[in-house]
């Protein structure tokens, strides 16, 4: 069992930035695991953000978020750093963790409690 624990989330005017971490309460993540991040807004269904693998550094980001939005992460930690945040980024964005691919929900077994992103216009 992987548990996640997200922080960062906030209320930030559109323009501004905000970065969001994940850790695992074990202080750890699995070698080859795949991480995530996910967000969902009111009414939608949840959609992917980016995913890095951790023991290669390799990451994908989805084109709605692409330029915007970087996954990186050190020993202990998943991050998600967001600039140029718009209204429509407004959601509650999840971490995840899988072993298996980076793209879909199906992928991941693991995820956090969320953490709300609010982007004022």
């Known amino acids: 069992q992987v548990q996640l624990v997200e922080s960062g989330g906030g209320l930030v005017q559109a323009g501004g930035s905000l970065r969001l971490s994940c850790a695992a309460a074990?202080?750890?993540?699995?070698?080859?695991?795949?991480m995530g991040w996910f967000r969902q807004a009111p009414g939608k269904e949840r959609e992917f953000v980016a995913a890095i693998r951790w023991s290669s550094g390799y990451t994908y980001t989805a084109d709605s978020v692409k330029g915007r939005f970087t996954i990186s992460r050190d020993n202990t930690k998943m991050y998600l750093q967001m600039d140029s945040l718009k209204s429509e980024d407004t959601a509650v964005y999840y971490c995840?963790?899988?072993?298996?691919?980076?793209?879909?929900?199906?992928?991941?077994?693991?995820w956090g409690q969320g953490t709300q992103v609010t982007v004022s216009s």
């Open positions: 995840a963790a899988g072993s298996g691919g980076l793209r879909t929900d199906d992928d991941y077994d693991y």
């Open positions: 074990s202080g750890r993540f699995c070698n080859n695991c795949a």
